[in-house]
């Protein structure tokens, strides 16, 4: 009789089985995916090297076991640089890896999730997009054009740039011409900055050739592999302009919603060990090149006069204030940013103050 019992239950369970296929079937598909980028072949960080958007392609094939293969095409190689938006928006891809700031003009909140002049630095922002709401607005503003991010990666300080003449006072910005993306850009143009968004790959022919006049890239690193030490001799820093810098991994939204959960975990994983470690490959990278900038290339390094960071931190609080006050989702955005960054600044500056006078 036990045997028969069971027997029974067995047949049961069996015929009850095939309701579970489909969701072992499914975790068990293999994607093929593309990623355009808005930076060119072999640029270090932005595409190859430790923590770049080639490597995250190769973490997640690894992760995965294989079941999630993402294509990854530089800028030219698929699309213009900066065509990632649109291509991801209309399916013609998955991914696009770039920086939210370049979609100021479709929707100017996504600067914040970029860099903010004068604001966090790596730890704060990371703090605030993974435990102080910054995610959950980036999801709130994409999801409505079908679209979502992550973050992937982050430079950290961005230096000031390079100047063909050096700046000793305010006055010297007014018809500059320079290569500046992102809030900071409009914070210059309030100072008579002749702006200019370049793709990173033009930088240095517009500044050698006299096109622009000055240009804000990355850091020593970066900006000694474009050879804009050959272009300007004045570096300057302060890093109010770009305190941090997050690359923005893009993704579609029905593709994202395709994926079964593990393999979202997976990307999620991914990207998040990539933010954190091109960061620190950004930090040991860079003392090297300054030092040779410096010392072999005859770059003369300063950091701006007092007076005209001054300036530029007055005119940077009244820029972010309009704008936000003229724009619901901006606002948002902002005070939650600006919110959560006065909290920071009180451990930060308690914490780390005495490292940095010693």
């Known amino acids: 009789m036990l045997r028969r019992k069971f027997l029974t239950t067995a047949a049961v369970a069996g015929a009850a089985a095939p309701l579970a296929a489909p969701s072992v079937a499914r975790a068990q598909d293999s994607f093929n995916w593309r990623m355009t980028n808005a930076y060119g072949p072999g640029s270090p960080f932005y595409v190859e090297g430790p923590g770049s958007p080639t490597d995250f392609c190769d973490k997640v094939a690894a992760m995965s076991g294989g079941r999630l293969q993402i294509q990854h095409f530089a800028a030219g190689e698929l699309i213009p640089a900066l065509e990632g938006f649109d291509a991801v928006r209309g399916g013609a891809v998955q991914m696009n890896a770039a920086n939210a700031y370049f979609w100021a003009g479709r929707i100017p909140a996504a600067q914040y999730f970029t860099t903010v002049p004068f604001g966090m630095n790596f730890q704060g922002m990371n703090a605030w997009l993974y435990h102080g709401g910054g995610m959950e607005l980036w999801d709130e ?179 972010l204030a309009d704008a936000a006050a003229a724009d619901p989702d901006l606002q948002r955005v902002h005070d939650s940013y600006m919110g959560f960054m006065a909290e920071h600044k009180t451990w930060a500056a308690l914490s780390e103050k005495v490292l940095f006078e010693l």
Request: aromatic fraction near 8%.
């Open 141 to 319: 503003l994409y999801a409505p054009l079908g679209l979502k991010a992550l973050p992937m990666g982050n430079t950290g300080v961005q230096m000031t740039g390079w100047f063909r003449e050096p700046i000793e006072s305010v006055a010297d910005f007014q018809d500059l011409k320079m290569r500046i993306p992102g809030l900071a850009g409009k914070v210059y143009a309030e100072l008579g900055v002749d702006v200019r968004l370049l793709p990173g790959g033009e930088i240095f022919p517009a500044l050698e050739r006299g096109v622009i006049d000055a240009a804000e890239f990355v850091g020593p690193y970066q900006d000694r592999r474009l050879g804009l030490q050959n272009a300007a001799s004045y570096y300057y820093t302060t890093g109010w302009a770009e305190p941090s810098n997050t690359t923005e991994l893009l993704i579609g939204l029905e593709a994202w919603n395709s994926l079964p959960a593990d393999l979202q975990a997976i990307v999620t994983a991914a990207a998040t060990a990539c933010n954190l470690e091109s960061h620190a490959w950004s930090e040991a990278v860079n003392g090297e090149a300054m030092t040779d900038l410096v010392e072999n290339q005859g770059v003369i390094a300063n950091v701006l006069p007092p007076e005209v960071v001054a300036e530029l931190k007055s005119v940077t609080e009244t820029v």
